[in-house]
């Protein structure tokens, strides 16, 4: 973790242009040049942004995602490609070798370019399933633009995504339609974590394959809003990986385009699938939702050290950071957490309805506390709890562990000892009531042995005649 | 042997009256020094053949332990609370170990240091057992020298404890165990004990106290010392020799050495509170009650007294030993441990407590073990329990006891053939010396003078207030013919030339025999291992320490190191990395976690790992050198102590195959070939032999051609001769998968294309 924080600033230092937290140079794969200037407004954004694009072509030898075993590019951004696959060098297993080295994708997809086998074969092993049909595109007859689509239905119109749950934060919302023209439907895995959903389908979309003549559908790979249309991947290093259902979205044609929902009372308006694409590509290349630990602190909360909260105000007195505790102390952690937006650090609030939570643990926690935000510096919020450790001695964690979708995970885990009072630190005899009779005990026997010695001593001895006898008794 | 020669053969002004007195003693001093550096010396082969190197296992954490007392003084050392061991739980191994080696060894360090002698701590723990193996002879000596009237009888047992293998198995240079000093301590407190029941002095009760106290702070065996002094005192009693000897030098001791030991934080409150403590308590109560029948006699004396007083001391002892069992059975008294139902049935352990079968040491042992500990030692040992018989006063009775409980003891645990040994030699010593007194006589003996034989060839008469004592008792009891003095005289050279010619052959065998088997056997430090090539030149094997300083030199300070509990010691002080478990066995379930880790599937084993923080695994692995000390011979061990916490998870039987055998090739069973253990043993050992040839050496089998696949573990490190074997727990996949799946993935196979549509049955639908 330490690392990863520490290559996040190196990454900082290293592009101050850039508003991405992570780096700047964002690769483009691009089947053909030609292509390029249907998104040149798209291109602008990025550049714009402090982004230093390069483009190639997935047929360029030259094409590597690495460089002296180190990525080449922070960010990768694929089009979709006439072409089967993609390539020798944008194998899956090289894909996932760049999202393991912490590197984002943007992937987009289009319906009227078959997808090749490489990429649903990557994607399934990001547990996202791709329509078995290549040409497979969603279809709404409710959601679609009477102005571009008013036969086919496949120019799904849709308002600003909402966030799922309320603890999430939402990243995405944009004033206005969005037009998603053509789009390769996918669908989420039950089982991972890591992926979350960021425009669903409408509850009345459907996958359907145009080439198929069949008049009725019979069985549908998916539908309603068990499709996505764009979905979120966070691999456990906090890379990111975006499909993009529709690559037209991003077409400089859809960004100006006026659109038409069907119905009586709809108005054409202006899309705006700018705002959407221009939000969704700062995510991807983590300009958004990007946290960054400071410092983390705890120290013994008692003896002269107690209400201590300023740990910088003191300075060389406080024992900061100590690796030994001993049982039953009380201590005090404070853990200091920022959040990237766009171009600078701002301090970290977590969502409604949601808290940073603190776990003592050994094997399984014995805590388990909501921080309390207690402090706010321009950068960053302080967060901060104050308990009593555990009657149990051992190896313990101060585990923060906070994984929320849409945000770069923290992992903060500060191994302490806690060991079991010393022989010194019991309470003396004297001072528990309870063992008075005890200490009663002790020195009434004590005295009383040293007045029969001395009675002893003083008495006069008995007839010397007497004792010898009793000597010699014969057993 | 050579001084008792010495001593006889010649006549003359050096050896008669006073000066002969100075001479002898001083004859004495240059023995005993002799037999002392014999002592020692015959425990420095490992040293001279390998080299100065802490031995075995517990040896590792005495130093280690001791290392820490030197770095950090005696008071955290105290308090030490040890996070490198049992990870996470961490052990209070200051209040868990008997300190009294490693502060011993710290105070030698610090005099040394103060002498200006600036000695390696190293040194002096590896050195410390045969120095106190000396001191232990000198015991033996004081100890039989109490026993017996002839002169030779206590500097035969100094030789004999100097050079008994069943000693020295315990204490050659570097076994740096508790039973190092322990032994010396044990025989000290019996000769000082022995010492005050004849004086009947308080400074020698104190004494013994003081000894005792030592003890307890050395070795847990100090229960040993705890229940045989108590049952001398009550064998004493009950045979009518009550005295006010027995009680002073009793009660002295009993209440001066019960609070020595409960000074020791491991000990604290035991002996008021544990049954092994409650025998010595309850001889306490009874010796009262007898030494006021015995007051109350003496004042007002009675025919029917006598049995008044019998039958009082036995309801008292029935009343005590009721209440002692109402006290236990209602928790007031621990309850006896494990260990002590062991040693009464030797099939308890196997059935209940596996953790304590599993140690080699705790099995029963084996008859030619004795004769390969105690070589003719064990055949004169009975004749010097008989000769106790026939000149019965205490301490003689002590040695009786003594012999009958240590021989019973050392038939049931291997490891207690060390308390067996001193009584043994003390034993040995006085049946030989009595044969060397009575053959070892230049001089014929005279017709009239055969009745004071017995004393005039020993000690001059009057030198020990014994002897005056048997003869008016053997006046006294003139009339009985039992009771004579039996007369002994051996008038042929011929008879004294052979027997003496015959003992002399014995015991230059005995030594021969010692020398050997202390070379042979107990000389090996087990960390290095030693071979003989083809042509006789010594190979030495040292795959331990070439693994554990891989882990020393390659790996985090902090990362844990997950093994069977054999090997937690070594990995503690050698590698000083933290450890899940082991030697101490302090924590059942602990130990039970790694077995289960080791003995279940990797799917089982990996959320226990994580959960552990284990960052690598290490296991031992025979089957290349024939080493047959591996973990896959231990393995049933380990499942049968995770079968003892969850008896649903793990099955001793599944490990079987139908015709019940344990078997590692083709016909092995499921589950054995799906264990972590047998993964780790044999992934990529079919690659070093040609296809489908890869062999087992330890248990002589083909392996299955295809070798087992790791998916949640890497291999990190292989030592040389495969004997280690270390591997990396992976962290979890970053992309979410299972390490199954990323690993085939990794391989190149594409995952199946099922996808949500084609999945039989209902399809399952995400809820965000």
């Known amino acids: ?475 | 042997m050579a001084a008792a020669t010495t001593e006889k053969t010649t006549t003359g002004f050096f050896f008669e009256g006073e000066t002969g007195r100075n001479t002898r003693g001083l004859l004495r001093l240059i023995i005993l020094c002799t037999i002392a550096a014999a002592a020692i010396a015959s425990r420095l082969f490992s040293v001279i053949r390998f080299e100065s190197i802490i031995h075995e296992f517990d040896p590792w954490f005495n130093f280690r332990a001791t290392k820490y007392l030197v770095q950090h003084g005696f008071y955290p050392f105290w308090n030490w609370f040890d996070d490198r061991t049992w990870h996470p739980l961490g052990r209070v191994t200051g209040g868990t170990l008997y300190p009294g080696l490693m502060v011993t060894s710290g105070v030698i360090w610090k005099l040394l240091r103060f002498l200006t002698l600036p000695v390696d701590i190293r040194d002096i723990c590896v050195f410390m057992a045969p120095a106190f193996s000396g001191l232990t002879a000198f015991a033996s000596y004081l100890f039989t020298s109490e026993m017996s009237d002839s002169p030779s009888a206590g500097l035969l047992a100094a030789i004999f404890m100097g050079i008994a293998p069943g000693y020295i198995s315990r204490s050659v240079a570097g076994s740096y165990d508790n039973e190092a000093i322990a032994i010396f301590l044990l025989v000290f407190t019996f000769y000082l004990w022995i010492k005050a029941v004849k004086e009947g002095s308080i400074m020698w009760g104190a004494l013994t106290a003081l000894f005792y106290g030592y003890m307890v702070s050395a070795w847990g065996g100090y229960v040993f010392i705890t229940n045989l002094l108590p049952l001398h005192a009550f064998v004493l009693i009950c045979m009518g020799r009550f005295s006010p000897r027995l009680y002073v030098s009793y009660t002295t001791w009993y209440a001066l050495g019960t609070l020595a030991s409960m000074q020791i934080p491991f000990v604290g409150f035991l002996p008021i509170r544990s049954s092994d403590h409650m025998a010595a308590l309850g001889v306490f109560g009874l010796i009262q009650l007898v030494g006021f029948a015995e007051y109350v006699r003496a004042q007002m004396p009675s025919k029917q007294f006598q049995t008044l007083l019998r039958a009082m001391v036995l309801v008292v002892f029935a009343l005590a030993f009721g209440f002692l069992v109402l006290l236990t059975v209602s928790g007031t008294i621990a309850p006896w441990s494990g260990r002590f139902y062991s040693l009464w049935d030797t099939g308890y352990a196997k059935i209940h407590i596996p953790i304590i079968a599993s140690v080699s040491e705790h099995q029963p042992t084996a008859w030619p073990a004795f004769f390969f500990d105690l070589n003719m030692l064990i055949w004169l040992f009975p004749a010097g329990v008989y000769m106790c018989f026939r000149s019965l006063k205490d301490e003689q009775v002590f040695v009786v006891i003594y012999a009958v409980l240590a021989s019973y003891f050392a038939g049931v645990m291997v490891r207690l053939m060390l308390t067996l040994t001193p009584v043994v030699c003390v034993a040995a010593a006085m049946a030989l010396s009595q044969i060397l007194d009575t053959f070892l006589v230049a001089s014929t003996p005279d017709e009239g003078d055969a009745n004071k034989k017995p004393q005039a060839n020993g000690t001059p008469a009057g030198a020990n207030g014994s002897v005056d004592i048997k003869q008016q008792f053997a006046n006294l009891a003139d009339g009985l013919r039992s009771t004579k003095a039996p007369l002994v005289g051996i008038y042929s050279y011929l008879s004294k030339s052979m027997i003496t010619g015959a003992i002399t052959a014995y015991l230059l065998l005995f030594v021969l025999h010692c020398t050997w088997v202390t070379s042979n056997a107990y000389s090996s430090p087990s960390v290095v291992l030693a071979s003989r090539l083809p042509d006789g030149s010594q190979h030495i094997i040292d795959d331990y320490r070439e693994a554990y300083y891989w882990l020393r030199q390659n790996t985090a300070p902090n990362a844990k190191v997950m093994s069977w509990w054999d090997y937690g010691y070594q990995i503690g002080g050698m590698a000083d990395r933290p450890t899940l478990v082991d030697n101490n066995t302090w924590n059942n379930t602990h130990i039970a976690t790694v077995g289960k880790a080791m003995s279940s599937r990797e799917e089982v084993s990996y959320p226990i790992m994580r959960q552990h923080e284990v960052d690598y695994v290490l296991v031992v692995f025979g089957a290349l050198l024939g080493y047959s000390g591996d973990d896959i011979n231990k393995f049933l061990w380990m499942v049968r102590i995770a079968e003892g916490i969850w008896p649903d998870e793990v099955k001793e039987r599944d490990y079987f195959t139908s015709r019940g055998e344990y078997r590692v090739d083709d016909e092995a069973t499921p589950t054995m070939r799906n264990s972590l253990m047998y993964k780790m043993s044999y992934y990529k050992y079919n690659d070093l032999f040609p296809a489908g040839q890869a062999q087992d050496r330890v248990r002589g089998s083909r392996l299955p051609a295809a070798g087992p696949e790791l998916s949640t573990l890497e291999e990190a490190f292989t030592s040389e001769n495969w004997i280690i074997r270390i591997y990396k727990v992976k962290d979890l996949d970053n992309l979410g998968r299972s390490h199954q799946e990323a690993v085939a993935f990794e391989k190149g196979n594409k995952r199946k294309k099922g996808g949500a549509g084609k999945r039989r049955g209902p399809r399952v639908l995400r809820v965000d």
């Open chain 1, 1 to 475: 973790m330490n690392l990863r924080v520490l290559g996040l600033l190196l990454a900082l230092l290293g592009a101050v242009a850039a508003l991405s937290a992570q780096g700047s140079k964002l690769l483009v794969v691009l089947e053909d040049e030609a292509e390029k200037s249907k998104y040149s407004q798209f291109w602008a954004s990025l550049e714009d942004r402090g982004f230093q694009v390069t483009y190639k072509s997935p047929k360029d030898s030259s094409l590597s995602l690495f460089a002296y075993g180190e990525p080449a590019y922070s960010h990768l951004l694929v089009l979709p490609t006439k072409a089967k696959g993609l390539g020798p060098n944008l194998t899956p297993n090289l894909i996932v070798d760049f999202i393991n080295a912490g590197s984002n994708i943007l992937l987009a997809l289009s319906a009227q370019l078959s997808v090749p086998s490489a990429v649903s074969s990557l994607l399934l092993e990001l547990d996202i399933t791709l329509p078995p049909d290549r040409n497979s595109l969603i279809v709404d007859h409710f959601n679609y633009d009477t102005q571009s689509a008013n036969e086919q239905h496949d120019v799904l119109l849709l308002p600003s995504p909402q966030a799922s749950r309320k603890d999430v934060k939402n990243y995405f919302s944009v004033d206005g339609l969005i037009a998603f023209p053509h789009t390769v439907g996918q669908v989420l895995g039950n089982a991972s974590p890591l992926l979350s959903p960021v425009v669903k389908a409408p509850s009345t979309a459907y996958i359907y394959n145009p080439k198929e003549e069949f008049e009725s559908l019979e069985d549908v790979f998916a539908t309603g809003s068990q499709i996505n249309i764009v979905s979120a991947f966070q691999a456990r290093n906090s890379a990111r990986f975006t499909v993009l259902g529709s690559v037209e979205a991003l077409e400089d044609k859809w960004f100006d385009a006026s659109v038409q929902l069907p119905g009586a009372g709809k108005k054409s308006e202006k899309t705006a699938n700018k705002a959407f694409a221009q939000k969704l590509s700062a995510w991807t290349f983590k300009e958004l939702g990007v946290l960054r630990v400071g410092s983390v602190s705890h120290y013994l909360n008692e003896g002269s050290q107690k209400g201590v909260s300023n740990t910088t105000a003191v300075g060389a007195a406080l024992d900061i950071n100590p690796t030994i505790y001993r049982i039953k102390n009380d201590v005090h952690y404070s853990i200091e957490m920022s959040e990237w937006e766009n171009d600078h650090w701002a301090p970290f609030t977590p969502a409604a309805g949601d808290a940073l939570q603190l776990e003592f643990s050994m094997l399984s926690p014995f805590w388990r506390l909501d921080l309390q935000p207690t402090a706010q510096t321009a950068n960053s919020s302080i967060y901060s709890a104050e308990f009593k450790l555990p009657d149990q001695h051992g190896i313990f964690n101060f585990f923060v562990e906070y994984r929320r979708p849409f945000l770069t995970s923290v992992e903060e885990k500060r191994t302490v000892t806690v060991r079991h009072f010393a022989h010194d630190e019991w309470p003396r005899s004297f001072v528990i009531s309870g063992a008075y009779p005890w200490i009663g005990g002790i020195w009434v026997t004590v005295i009383g042995w040293v007045i029969f010695v001395a009675v002893w001593l003083y008495s006069k001895p008995a007839q010397p005649k007497r004792q010898l006898k009793a000597g010699n008794v014969k057993r």
